[in-house]
């Protein structure tokens, strides 16, 4: 089904916009052919625990390095030649070149497990976008959405590959060291092992603070897109009621609150590295003293029975800084932790909290064959109401249009006619009753193949920035240059079909009213499928002669399809076969 309308966020009775179903199909078709072969990706987990060890590994070779720099000075100290110390530096370089590799390969492959497990939480949500249906009154704003899948999501990135590793090294590479320390000197592995809580019981106690002010900073920033989004959109509405400096003290006043939540989380990321240092710190300098004055004789135990040689200490006061080495690091990307872990949870609320259209990600559909007649549509017991209201738009509604009929239904606006419009294409699912379209049911195992065979066409046709090909194609492979040229050409757009590959702006910016209207009629033109034709209306804001221009174009579109027009428009009533009067709105029936 070709896309006509504008995707903006409206009122639960007027759906904004048909999806973009030919995506939409492509990637339900992915999954599902996935699901049917047993296929499944790569899962990004291992690779990060892979990643992450081979980090551990690259930690835990300055220990063999620690042990030959100690050997050499050891050798020195006690007479031995500058000879003596060749082979352990060269062991030292060779050490350091494998440390390297380590670190280089843990961590690419610790950014690749990230971004592809970012991949899949952004396809998810974007899937999710695109199979809501137009009636979900609980869809973001597309200021919030762009914020969280564009802005907030490059969070995950950091926490998967920087803080997801170092929560492991923390937890292996100071148990490694601390028993090798232990060997030497158990009063050094002490002191290391009493100072070693400190920092991850004050990080935890941290941690839940800096989580929280990261969830309320990130929710700031979608509020202050989606506010900012919907002012440059009303821009001119503003400017001509005069509401410009008041919008421009809500700005600033909508700014100054993300600041204020921004300063908030540096203050606790700030707080959390200084007092880890500390605690490092004092933990190298106690060890460093034991040392000392054990190496003076003013100390003699804590060394097993044995005086600890140069060596042996020099080793123990080199291990002490690499031990309080992952904690550190661990601190560094502990705010990557609080965002990560709030951009995931927005990205899971923003794929989980989507109202699916019928047959949008159902696992087994039945093949419907191409609808090459018009065909009939019938509604027999139709009721439905939106989650969030408890008024009745259609209590039991009957319709019945014979194949190739050109039906108007004629109402005030919030009646529900473009309720009923995306009842029948399928936006939605009626809490009762059925649709039937060409003898097969609108359901959820029909839906997304019914699709295939209509027309949609909105009040507020929405224009991509790029060429007026691309606008009419909509990256259907099946529509040639050919089709374009004569959907342009039979839609009364001659004038600019030698000029197809002419750019124009986000929304139509260089088009007027009219030739946005024909713009959207040629889409359902060079769509020769489309024998159910769904308008909504479609002369709503147009004067008079450019009105029935697209009436005229509309039914010479509509020759021999079935044709149903939501109007309040009585010169496009009176040009169907039949006219169908609705009868008041919900608000109304509720009075």
């Given at each position: 089904?070709?896309?006509?309308?504008?995707?903006?966020?409206?009122?639960?009775?007027?759906?904004?916009?048909?999806?973009?179903?030919?995506?939409?199909?492509?990637?339900?078709?992915?999954?599902?052919?996935?699901?049917?072969?047993?296929?499944?990706?790569?899962?990004?987990?291992?690779?990060?625990?892979?990643?992450?060890?081979?980090?551990?590994?690259?930690?835990?070779?300055?220990?063999?390095?620690?042990?030959?720099?100690?050997?050499?000075?050891?050798?020195?100290?006690?007479?031995?030649g500058l000879r003596q110390a060749i082979w352990p530096a060269a062991l030292v370089a060779v050490l350091g070149i494998v440390k390297a590799l380590l670190e280089a390969a843990g961590s690419r492959m610790a950014f690749r497990s990230a971004r592809a497990r970012l991949s899949e939480l952004r396809a998810r949500a974007t899937l999710a976008l695109s199979a809501a249906s137009?009636?979900?009154?609980?869809?973001?704003?597309?200021?919030?959405?762009?914020?969280?899948?564009?802005?907030?999501?490059?969070?995950?990135?950091?926490?998967?590959?920087?803080?997801?590793?170092?929560?492991l090294r923390a937890t292996v590479v100071p148990l490694v060291i601390l028993a090798i320390v232990f060997a030497v000197s158990w009063l050094a592995a002490l002191v290391l092992l009493l100072a070693a809580p400190l920092i991850p019981i004050f990080m935890a106690m941290v941690g839940w603070r800096a989580k929280e002010a990261s969830e309320r900073?990130?929710?700031?920033?979608?509020?202050m897109n989606a506010f900012l989004l919907d002012r440059l959109r009303g821009i001119a509405t503003i400017r001509s009621l005069g509401a410009v400096d008041a919008t421009a003290e809500r700005v600033r006043a909508e700014a100054e609150g993300l600041r204020r939540r921004t300063m908030a989380v540096l203050r606790i990321a700030f707080l959390s590295s200084a007092v880890l240092e500390l605690f490092a710190a004092l933990g190298v300098a106690m060890v460093a003293v034991y040392v000392g004055f054990h190496l003076l004789g003013q100390i003699g135990f804590g060394a097993w029975g044995a005086r600890l040689s140069l060596g042996e200490g020099l080793f123990v006061l080199l291990l002490a800084p690499a031990f309080f080495e992952p904690l550190r690091e661990l601190s560094a990307?502990?705010?990557?932790?609080?965002?990560?872990?709030?951009?995931?949870?927005?990205?899971?609320?923003?794929?989980?909290?989507?109202?699916?259209?019928?047959?949008?990600?159902?696992?087994?559909?039945?093949?419907?064959?191409?609808?090459?007649?018009?065909?009939?549509?019938?509604?027999?017991?139709?009721?439905?109401?939106?989650?969030?209201?408890?008024?009745?738009?259609?209590?039991?509604?009957?319709?019945?249009?014979?194949?190739?009929?050109?039906?108007?239904?004629?109402?005030?606006?919030?009646?529900?006619?473009?309720?009923?419009?995306?009842?029948?294409?399928?936006?939605a699912s009626p809490q009762a009753g059925r649709i039937v379209i060409g003898g097969t049911p609108m359901d959820q195992a029909h839906a997304m193949e019914l699709r295939r065979c209509m027309g949609w066409i909105g009040q507020a046709p929405h224009i991509f920035a790029g060429t007026l090909a691309a606008n009419v194609s909509l990256g259907r492979p099946q529509v040639s240059a050919g089709d374009v040229a004569d959907?342009?050409?039979?839609?009364g757009l001659a004038h600019v079909r030698d000029r197809a590959a002419m750019a124009v702006g986000e929304a139509g910016a260089g088009l007027s009213g009219g030739e946005t209207l024909r713009l959207a009629l040629a889409r359902v033109a060079a769509t020769p499928d489309a024998t159910l034709i769904l308008a909504d209306e479609p002369t709503a804001h147009l004067d008079s002669g450019t009105g029935r221009e697209i009436i005229a174009s509309l039914l010479e579109l509509a020759r021999g399809k079935t044709l149903i027009v939501a109007t309040h428009d009585p010169a496009l009533a009176a040009r169907m076969d039949r006219v169908i009067r609705l009868e008041s709105s919900p608000l109304e029936r509720a009075a």
């Open positions: 089904m070709p896309v006509a309308s504008r995707p903006d966020r409206r009122p639960a009775s007027i759906p904004a916009a048909m999806p973009d179903m030919v995506s939409l199909e492509t990637a339900a078709k992915e999954k599902r052919a996935g699901t049917e072969t047993g296929t499944v990706a790569p899962a990004p987990f291992l690779g990060s625990r892979a990643a992450a060890w081979l980090q551990i590994a690259a930690s835990l070779v300055f220990i063999p390095q620690a042990a030959a720099i100690c050997a050499a000075v050891g050798a020195i100290a006690v007479g031995g137009p009636l979900d009154t609980g869809r973001p704003s597309s200021g919030q959405a762009a914020s969280v899948l564009a802005e907030q999501a490059e969070a995950v990135v950091a926490y998967l590959a920087r803080f997801r590793p170092a929560r900073q990130l929710g700031k920033m979608g509020s990307a502990w705010h990557d932790r609080a965002a990560g872990e709030a951009a995931i949870e927005a990205l899971e609320r923003l794929a989980d909290r989507q109202t699916s259209l019928p047959g949008a990600d159902d696992e087994v559909r039945h093949t419907v064959p191409v609808l090459h007649a018009a065909p009939a549509v019938r509604i027999n017991g139709l009721s439905y109401r939106h989650p969030d209201r408890s008024q009745w738009i259609f209590d039991g509604f009957d319709l019945a249009i014979t194949p190739g009929e050109h039906v108007a239904l004629l109402a005030p606006s919030g009646v529900g006619k473009s309720t009923l419009l995306a009842l029948v294409a399928g936006l959907a342009l050409g039979a839609m």
